[in-house]
C-alpha cells in the first residue's frame, strides 16, 4: 500500500562517476511497462550529505508516505546509523496502482541499481544481506491515502549545461569529414549518408497510462515490438536513438562522431551500444533484443584538445582500418544471422543538477554507415 516501503541497507561503492537507483512499474495488469514511479533522481550526486564514503552504511528508502519514512529513520537513528545515512526516495503514489481486489490487482513493482566504473567491478560481484519490504499495519488498496503524503519535489528547472556543446559542430563536421574519407580511402563506400542520433523523449505518465506508448520504438527500433513502455529508463540520463537500423548479418562499418560530454563536464558517465534486435521475433516481442556491443567514454581519448570524440563498431576483421589511428576507437560486432543492428547512445548525470543533461545542449552525434567495395 502508499504506506509501505523498500528499506535497502548498504555500502555504496567506491569512489565512481556515477551509481543510481530507481524504483519502477515493472507490470501493470498483464502490461509491462517499466516506468520509473519516484519523483526524485536518486544518484551519487544527490545522496544526503554528498557522496557516501565507501565503508559507511547507505539507507535507502522507497515509500509514498512521510510517517513512514520517519518511522523508519527513528529505528535507524536509534540503531546508531547516522542521520545523514538516511536517503528518501519519493514514491509517486497517484502513478502506482495498490489493487482492490484480483481482478484489480496491485503494480508489481521492481528496483534497479546502475554503477559505472572500472573500480566498482569486485564490488559489483557482493552480496546485499538487508533487503526488507516493509508492510504496513494500514494494508493496501487502491482508495487508501498516506498518512502523511510526500509533497513532489518540483522538477528544476531547465539549466544551462557547463558547456554548450553545440558551438563545436563545425569542428565535429570537419572531424566526420576527416574520418569518413580515411575509411573510403581504406576501400569502404558511404551506405548511408551521415545523420544525427535522435534524442529519446518520454512522457512517463504515458507510460503507465497508455498501453500502446513506447518511446523507445523510434529510429532503429521502429520495427521492434518493445511492449515495455519506457524500456526501464531513468531520471538523469539523456537517450538517443540510431535513426535506422542496418543489417547484422552483412559487413559493416558504423563510424559515430560527436562531442566528449564527460570531458567537457556536462555528464559524468557516457556510452554507445550496439543491439542485435532478435530476428523474426522482434515483430512480437522485444524479448530477444540483446546487446551485441558497448563502448564508452573511456576509449574516447584524442591526443589533440578538440573535446571531440570518434568511434566505430564494425564487423569482424574491420576495424583493422584504424590500427595506425588511435585517435579513433573501434570496437568489433559479430554478426547474427537474420537480425538487425541498431544503436543507442546514453550521457548519464549532469554533475552541476544530478538529473539528465538537458539534450537541447547536447550536440547531436552523427552516425554514417559504411560497407567493403
Not at 487502491?142 to 531547465?158: C, D, G, N, W, Y
Not at 497510462?209 to 527500433?221: C, D, E, L, M, Q
Request: include cysteine.
Amino acid at each position: 500500500g502508499p504506506s509501505g516501503a523498500l528499506v535497502i541497507t548498504m555500502c555504496p561503492p567506491p569512489p565512481t562517476r556515477y551509481f543510481g537507483f530507481s524504483t519502477y512499474v515493472w507490470r501493470r495488469q498483464s502490461r509491462v511497462v517499466s516506468a520509473t514511479c519516484a519523483n526524485n533522481p536518486l544518484n551519487s550526486r544527490t545522496m544526503r550529505g554528498g557522496y557516501p564514503a565507501f565503508d559507511q552504511p547507505t539507507v535507502l528508502v522507497s515509500t509514498g508516505d512521510l510517517a513512514t519514512f520517519d518511522a523508519v529513520s527513528t529505528a535507524f537513528l536509534a540503531a546508531g546509523v547516522p542521520v545523514t545515512a538516511l536517503n528518501l526516495e519519493q514514491l509517486a503514489v497517484d502513478r502506482v496502482s495498490f489493487g482492490r481486489s484480483i481482478l484489480d490487482r496491485a503494480d508489481d513493482l521492481t528496483f534497479s541499481f546502475r554503477v559505472y566504473d572500472a573500480n566498482a567491478r569486485e564490488y559489483a560481484k557482493q552480496t546485499w544481506t538487508s533487503v526488507m519490504l516493509l508492510r504496513s499495519p494500514r494494508g493496501g488498496g487502491r482508495s487508501l491515502q498516506p498518512l502523511v503524503a510526500i509533497t513532489a519535489t518540483p522538477p528544476s528547472p531547465k539549466r544551462g549545461i557547463p558547456v554548450n556543446e553545440l558551438r563545436l559542430e563545425m569542428a565535429a563536421s570537419f572531424l566526420q569529414t576527416s574520418v569518413k574519407n580515411k575509411v573510403i580511402a581504406a576501400g569502404f563506400r558511404v551506405t548511408t549518408r551521415a545523420s544525427s542520433m535522435a534524442p529519446v523523449d518520454v512522457d512517463r505518465d504515458k507510460c503507465l497510462a497508455t498501453g500502446n506508448y513506447s518511446p523507445f520504438r523510434v529510429g532503429g527500433a521502429r520495427d521492434v515490438n518493445i511492449q515495455s513502455g519506457c524500456f526501464g529508463e531513468t531520471r538523469d540520463c539523456t537517450y538517443t536513438m540510431s535513426p535506422e537500423s542496418i543489417a547484422g548479418d552483412k559487413p559493416f562499418l558504423a563510424l559515430f562522431t560527436g562531442a566528449d560530454s564527460v570531458k567537457l563536464g556536462n555528464a559524468a558517465f557516457a556510452n554507445l551500444a550496439a543491439y542485435h534486435t532478435g530476428g523474426a521475433l522482434s515483430l512480437v516481442s522485444a524479448a530477444a533484443v540483446r546487446v551485441a556491443a558497448f563502448a564508452d567514454h573511456r576509449m574516447w581519448r584524442r591526443e589533440d584538445e578538440s573535446n571531440l570524440f570518434a568511434h566505430a563498431f564494425a564487423s569482424p576483421g574491420l576495424c583493422r582500418v584504424f590500427d595506425d589511428d588511435p585517435d579513433v576507437s573501434c570496437v568489433e560486432v559479430a554478426p547474427a544471422p537474420f537480425n538487425d543492428l541498431f544503436f543507442i547512445g546514453r550521457a548519464y548525470l549532469d554533475p552541476s543538477t544530478g538529473t539528465a543533461p538537458n539534450a537541447e545542449e547536447l550536440l547531436p552525434v552523427t552516425v554514417t554507415y559504411f560497407a567493403p567495395e
